[in-house]
Nanobody, 125 residues
Framework: QVQLVESGGGLVQPGGSLRLSCAAS????????IGWFRQGPGKEREGVSC????????YYADSVKGRFTISRDNAKNTVYLQMNDLKSEDTAVYYCAAASKPTTYYMHPEGYDEWGQGTQVTVSS
């Protein structure tokens, strides 16, 4: 059974940092892409970052470039999202997802077919 479990969310002050983890079970990281998405209050789900399994290429939304870093530990079957210099607009539920088929929508939810349950990130003073 495929399962993705996010952890590491919480409440942080503006300018602070958090590291999210996505632990996968039921499959190894041979999915085409592992991505992080977020959905803020009243907003659509949007792509934050993703990593391509074949060569480790990484992609970021413009809004998080230079602040967020995606990485993976194949031995632990875990993908991380290091988030620095957090802003109030980063407040959202963050989801981990896996794409099991080739896709050009690697920064869009429709490209992914396995999802975690989400973890809340709140940036507030």
């Amino acid at each position: 059974q495929v399962q993705l479990v996010e952890s590491g969310g919480g409440l942080v002050q503006p300018g602070g940092s958090l590291r999210l983890s996505c632990a996968a079970s039921g499959f190894t990281f041979d999915r085409y892409y592992i991505g992080w998405f977020r959905q803020g209050p009243g907003k659509e789900r949007e792509g934050v970052s993703c990593i391509k399994s074949s060569d480790g290429s990484t992609y970021y939304a413009d809004s998080v470039k230079g602040r967020f870093t995606i990485s993976r530990d194949n031995a632990k079957n875990t993908v991380y999202l290091q988030m620095n210099d957090l802003k109030s607009e980063d407040t959202a539920v963050y989801y981990c997802a896996a794409a099991s088929k080739p896709t050009t929508y690697y920064m869009h939810p429709e490209g992914y077919d396995e999802w975690g349950q989400g973890t809340q990130v709140t940036v507030s003073s």
